[in-house]
């Protein structure tokens, strides 16, 4: 059994579409595109490296898929290498092959396949970006771990890590440090079920109860 892992750039407000260009993902009007670039300090390059070196395998979406084919075959040193030869695992409907070295389609229901993924031996699976196809990870429960760089960027609008249809989830914090430009890499583990509880007086006072029962309406 192999961990999922997604990672991802993301506002402080839970965006993640197009972190590292305008031409990434405009889809929705969405016009910040590289919201994550002027942050991108030499310590967060050096977090970035350093977090490639451990072997992976991929899980993409298309659009992802399609942004990381377009660059890391042209590109060079350790990063690009290990990219380059990474199992790719690409989730689309609409492809009907896949170019980059070591890439493979999804056929059927991905939440099906990736569980299947996730039941073989190897290396640990990560997804990088993807809003789209994370939803559906989430979704399903399949995510493991998320390894956060959030930048202190308040977006407003776009596609967000956790969306309209996350599941409620406790997460628990294994471990969170700062850039000089003020991201914030952070990672959790999936925990199970929200603690929750309550504040409140054992037994209500008058003005409680009467503000309950205007709730109530």
């Given at each position: 059994?192999?961990?999922?892992?997604?990672?991802?750039?993301?506002?402080?407000?839970?965006?993640?579409?197009?972190?590292?260009?305008?031409?990434?993902?405009p889809?929705?009007?969405?016009?910040?595109?590289?919201?994550?670039?002027?942050?991108?300090?030499?310590?967060?390059?050096?977090?970035?490296?350093?977090?490639?070196?451990?072997?992976?395998?991929l899980?993409?979406?298309?659009?992802t898929?399609?942004?990381?084919?377009?660059h890391?075959?042209?590109?060079?040193?350790?990063?690009?290498?290990?990219?380059?030869?990474?199992?790719?695992?690409?989730?689309?409907?609409?492809?009907?092959?896949?170019?980059?070295?070591?890439?493979?389609?999804?056929r059927?229901?991905?939440a099906?396949?990736?569980?299947?993924?996730?039941?073989?031996?190897?290396?640990?699976?990560?997804v990088?970006?993807?809003?789209?196809?994370?939803?559906?990870?989430?979704?399903?429960?399949?995510v493991?771990?998320?390894?956060?760089?959030?930048?202190?960027?308040?977006?407003?609008?776009?596609?967000?890590?956790?969306?309209?249809?996350?599941?409620?989830?406790?997460?628990?914090?294994?471990?969170?440090?700062?850039?000089?430009?003020?991201?914030?890499?952070?990672?959790?583990?999936?925990?199970?079920?929200?603690?929750?509880g309550?504040?409140?007086?054992?037994?209500?006072?008058?003005?409680?109860?009467?503000?309950?029962?205007?709730?109530?309406?």
């Amino acid at each position: 059994m192999r961990s999922l892992v997604a990672r991802v750039h993301v506002t402080l407000d839970g965006v993640m579409q197009a972190p590292g260009g305008p031409e990434e993902d405009p889809t929705g009007g969405f016009d910040l595109g590289g919201w994550a670039v002027g942050y991108f300090d030499d310590e967060l390059h050096r977090h970035v490296e350093a977090a490639m070196e451990e072997p992976f395998d991929l899980v993409l979406g298309r659009r992802t898929y399609e942004i990381l084919a377009a660059h890391w075959p042209y590109d060079t040193g350790p990063v690009a290498d290990r990219m380059n030869a990474a199992a790719k695992h690409v989730a689309s409907r609409t492809l009907d092959r896949v170019d980059w070295a070591n890439s493979h389609l999804i056929r059927g229901d991905v939440a099906t396949a990736v569980a299947a993924l996730k039941a073989q031996d190897g290396p640990e699976l990560q997804v990088h970006g993807c809003a789209d196809l994370l939803q559906t990870l989430i979704g399903a429960g399949l995510v493991d771990e998320y390894r956060l760089l959030i930048a202190p960027v308040v977006a407003g609008s776009g596609k967000r890590l956790f969306g309209a249809g996350a599941r409620p989830a406790g997460v628990r914090l294994l471990g969170a440090a700062t850039t000089p430009s003020g991201v914030i890499l952070a990672s959790y583990a999936a925990d199970g079920d929200i603690r929750r509880g309550s504040f409140a007086f054992e037994e209500p006072t008058e003005e409680e109860r009467r503000r309950r029962a205007a709730l109530e309406g």
